[in-house]
């Protein structure tokens, strides 16, 4: 069994910046890939980043890029989304996924375990 856990949402104003955490704990295969999606209300839930194991292939949603970075770290087993010049329609639960595959997909099923989702609000 896998577990996900994140960290780092919270409250920041516009144009403001906040470095969300991830941390897979559990049974551990030779590789796989980690993402983040995220749900604002009454939408559906959406791709925000994605990176593959060796971290060389990192795929971002086009509403995200140039702001947002994703990254990991093996040995610690965390995976890390660097926010920054945020937006109030960034505003979202953002979830931290993982998935078995060897290359980065951008849909909810193309990963095996979930996080609980944590928070991140924007202000105007």
């Known amino acids: 069994q896998v577990q996900l856990v994140e960290s780092g949402g919270g409250l920041v104003q516009a144009g403001g910046s906040l470095r969300l955490s991830c941390a897979r704990s559990?049974?551990?295969?030779?590789?796989?890939?980690m993402a983040w999606f995220r749900q604002a209300p009454g939408k559906e839930r959406e791709f925000v980043a994605g990176i593959s194991w060796s971290g060389f292939s990192r795929i971002y949603a086009d509403s995200v890029k140039g702001r947002f970075t994703i990254s990991r770290d093996n040995a610690k087993n965390t995976a890390y989304l660097q926010m920054n010049s945020l937006k109030p329609e960034d505003t979202a639960v953002y979830y931290c996924a993982s998935g078995q595959k060897s290359t980065i997909v951008v849909v909810t099923t193309g990963y095996d375990y979930w996080g609980q989702g944590t928070q991140v609000t924007v202000s105007s």
């Open positions: 559990g049974r551990t295969f030779s590789s796989y890939t």
